[in-house]
């Protein structure tokens, strides 16, 4: 069984028609501030990526009781290139995997976005921003905060997952008996993604830190609440 990856059936029509429609609009609006905000020169950086996130969650790792797990790479995706843009690169990835390798169902394909794509971009960067600023204005504060991010990320997909299963989950398995379960193994797939993701940001900002869309967006933040200096208006 595959972590996170919502199979047909497992969640009822109405339930995943209603995550489809969120995931629609939702992506429709990081399209649209994507397509006004991201420069040209960026755009090759989402396609590089979407294909970084692809071929990492193609690489599953056992986590327990059969249950294997991979990176989602939403946190990594809205660091690198923000999380309008990180959203729309997960979610390429989860379209691609759902059509070409039938990872996830295609009437689940709403909820898997939800949860991985649009959980992970923006609650993430949101979890990112917050450690980010508590932690100072350093090369090494971005990729401890994207590490703390990625750890939370996949637990709060699953916490998205449990609410879903709640509404329209197939009665298979308690909610509790889900709840725990999820909790369980993406905590352990968290520890994965904040390492991996921690060592790939580590990188590129040892090369290029003017490419991490996380970077620059908090230190421009930070420069903005800084109080003016004394005698300055």
């Known amino acids: ?17 209603v995550a489809g429609l969120i995931a629609i609009a939702l ?38 009781n059969g249950t294997s797990g991979h990176l989602l790479g939403g946190v990594m995706a809205a660091v690198l290139v923000g999380p309008y843009a990180g959203a729309l690169a997960v979610t390429v990835v989860l379209v691609v995997q759902a059509l070409l390798f039938a990872d996830g169902g295609l009437s689940a394909l709403g909820l898997n976005v939800v949860n991985m794509a649009l959980v992970g971009a923006f609650a993430g ?11 100072g204005r350093s090369a090494p504060s971005v990729t401890t905060a994207a590490g703390v991010a990625a750890f939370t990320a996949p637990v709060l997909a699953s916490v998205a997952f449990t609410l879903e299963y709640a509404i329209g989950g197939n009665d298979a398995v308690s909610v509790g008996a889900v709840a725990g379960s999820m909790l369980a193994v ?25 490419l991490v869309y996380g970077a620059r967006a908090v230190a421009r933040a930070e420069r903005t609440l800084a109080p003016a200096p004394a005698g300055v208006p």
Not at 27 to 48: F, H, K, N, Q, Y
Not at 196 to 210: E, K, S
Request: proline share 5%; hydrophobic share 60%; with cysteine.
């Open 1 to 17: 069984m595959l972590a996170m990856h919502i199979p047909d059936g497992f969640i009822d029509g109405p339930t995943s028609l």
């Open 27 to 64: 992506v429709a609006c990081s399209l649209g501030i994507t397509a006004r905000t991201l420069d040209e020169r960026e755009v090759p950086v989402v396609g590089l990526v979407a294909a970084f996130v692809f071929a990492l969650q193609m690489l599953n790792f056992p986590v327990a």
């Open 125 to 135: 960067y949101g979890v990112f921003v917050v450690v980010r600023r508590l932690l």
């Open 186 to 210: 993406h905590s352990l797939i968290g520890v994965g993604e904040a390492i991996i993701t921690a060592i790939a940001l580590g990188a590129v900002m040892a090369a290029r830190p003017d």
